[in-house]
Nanobody, 119 residues
Framework: QVQLVESGGGSVQPGGSLRLSCEASGIIFSISHMGWYRQAPGKQRELVAGITSGGTTTYAASVKGRFTIARDNAKKIVYLQMNSLKPEDTAVYYC?????????????WGQGTQVTVSS
């Protein structure tokens, strides 16, 4: 049974930082490409950052230079370090195993973790 459990969200002021974590189980983590996605109210879910099994990363243009994705294969955790947060980063953040050239999600979504950026 695949489980993806996100944590680390919260409320911060603009310019602040958060680090999200996603613990995975039920998958062969070391060979899985992983993605962080987000969904803001009234908007479609979008890929924020992805990391291949080999450690190659990709970022949405809106977060490039501010967010960093990383993985710990031994712990089966993928992280998203978010710096210089902006109000438009407010969303529920999810992780998933990514598949295909467009980093589509492979499994059902977890509960996500809420990130709110507001002064």
């Amino acid at each position: 049974q695949v489980q993806l459990v996100e944590s680390g969200g919260g409320s911060v002021q603009p310019g602040g930082s958060l680090r999200l974590s996603c613990e995975a189980s039920g998958i062969i983590f070391s060979i899985s490409h992983m993605g962080w996605y987000r969904q803001a109210p009234g908007k479609q879910r979008e890929l924020v950052a992805g990391i291949t099994s080999g450690g190659t990363t990709t970022y949405a243009a809106s977060v490039k230079g501010r967010f960093t994705i990383a993985r710990d294969n031994a712990k089966k955790i993928v992280y998203l370090q978010m710096n210089s947060l902006k109000p438009e980063d407010t969303a529920v953040y999810y992780c998933n195993v990514a598949t295909g050239r467009h980093w589509g999600p492979q499994w059902d979504w977890g509960q996500g973790t809420q990130v709110t950026v507001s002064s």
